[in-house]
């Protein structure tokens, strides 16, 4: 059975750091895009960040270009998301995901995890 779970999630204030991270079982992990998606209290679930299979490119929102840093682990079963320089409309419950093609878009994306929350504090 294939499992998703992310940790790392928290109260930070603006301008601070948090470390996401996502273990996997169940998948041949190394073979899956990875994805981290988030949603906000009202809105739709956003793409985030992804990283390819074996790590060999990654793809950012443009909202987090620069701040935020997607890496995986293939031998840990893990992707990871450093978030820097957090802002207050980073706040969402963040989500991991994998998918067999695709990257960008939620429909990509085959399994997924429970969520982590994230709240950015002013």
């Known amino acids: 059975q294939v499992q998703l779970v992310e940790s790392g999630g928290g109260l930070v204030q603006a301008g601070g750091s948090l470390r996401l991270s996502c273990t996997a079982s169940g998948l041949t992990f190394s073979v899956y895009i990875m994805g981290w998606f988030r949603q906000a209290p009202g809105k739709e679930r956003e793409f985030v960040a992804a990283t390819t299979r074996y790590g060999g490119n990654t793809y950012y929102a443009d909202s987090v270009q620069g701040r935020f840093t997607i890496s995986r682990d293939n031998a840990k079963n893990m992707v990871s998301l450093q978030m820097n320089s957090l802002k207050v409309e980073d706040t969402a419950v963040y989500y991991c995901?994998?998918?067999?093609?695709?990257?960008?878009?939620?429909?990509?994306?085959?399994?997924w995890g429970q969520g982590t929350q994230v709240t950015v504090s002013s």
């Open positions: 995901a994998a998918s067999n093609h695709g990257a960008a878009s939620s429909s990509d994306y085959n399994y």
